[in-house]
């Protein structure tokens, strides 16, 4: 629905694009220093990588789980979704999406430039995710259950880009033959995912345990028993949306699933590291780009 090469997405990085390059938000310094430090963290974090293009991406993927996570808010609040009900909780929700730290305040810096500054023309982009019936599109996949932002992820970022920084995707039926061989025989085991992504293997693995006949309260503390670690913040946001859609509504709290879904690098030694005791690690390894660990 939201992949490379759809209209929503055309709409938006075309407009993202016009932005990027209007004398109006180039001559800006605080924008210009927001694009310093978000190329500076790509190349310290990520093998300097800091093509614009790839900006923008990274921008739109926010705002596509932003969309959703304002779509699941809103069911778990009781309250209708309609165009103006996402597009009022849209600026708010994608504050609480960016909390935790400097890169994450970068994007949502970013984002006020380039995606939403507040005049009658940002409304534009949010027109190609407000159409009704791409709101009920939206929903009746979310309906559906399972993975919802891999396919888009995989789809903005080139094989290349995503290899550099160590970033490779394990296929949804991979992921539920490993977990269907370990979720079964470990009910209620805390789970770890060092390398997460979007959260692939933490969705299959909530999946498995809301239809395993043999755990008798599926739900209670799953996501405490959850964690997931990645040193993309792109990357961590989709995971924070993707596994809590996962869940049915209202059981589960979004701030539940932050604090275990964390922007880290599990290769280094941290006392977090060291005290977290998980009986299942499980995900694609950690490539890396060359480094001394």
């Not at 009746?140 to 919802?148: E, I, P, S, T, V």
């Not at 509504?249 to 590291?273: C, P, R, T, Y």
């Amino acid at each position: 629905m939201f992949e490379k090469g759809t209209v929503i997405w055309k709409n938006s990085i075309g407009i993202m694009h016009e932005r990027l390059e209007s004398s109006k938000i180039s001559a800006n310094k605080h924008f210009n220093s927001l694009l310093v430090r978000w190329k500076e963290f790509e190349k310290s974090t990520r093998g300097g990588i800091d093509d614009v293009t790839v900006l923008l991406n990274q921008l739109y993927f926010i705002h596509v789980a932003n969309y959703l996570y304002s779509i699941k808010n809103l069911q778990s609040a009781g309250r209708d979704v309609t165009p103006a009900t996402i597009s009022n909780d849209f600026a708010g929700n994608l504050f609480e999406l960016c909390r935790g730290g400097e890169p994450f305040k970068i994007f949502s810096e970013l984002s006020e430039f380039l995606w939403d500054d507040g005049t009658e023309e940002s409304r534009s982009i949010m027109n190609c995710f407000v159409e009704e019936t791409t709101i009920q599109a939206t929903m009746k996949r979310m309906n559906q259950g399972g993975d919802m932002l891999s396919l888009t992820y995989q789809t903005l970022f080139s094989s290349n880009k995503k290899h550099s920084t160590g970033e490779f995707y394990t296929p949804m039926d991979l992921c539920n033959m490993m977990v269907e061989k370990l979720a079964s025989r470990l009910p209620g085991a805390v789970v770890l995912d060092p390398s997460c992504g979007v959260g692939t293997f933490l969705v299959s693995w909530i999946e498995h345990a809301l239809h395993d006949k043999n755990i008798q309260d599926p739900v209670a503390g799953t996501e405490f028993r959850m964690h997931g670690w990645d040193i993309n913040p792109v990357a961590i946001i989709g995971a924070r949306v993707n596994t809590w859609l996962g869940f049915p509504e209202g059981i589960v709290q979004f701030g539940d699933i932050v604090q275990n879904i964390k922007l880290k690098n599990a290769l280094e030694d941290s006392e977090e590291s060291a005290s977290l005791k998980a009986d299942v690690i499980i995900g694609n390894p950690p490539w890396v780009t060359l480094k001394d660990y």
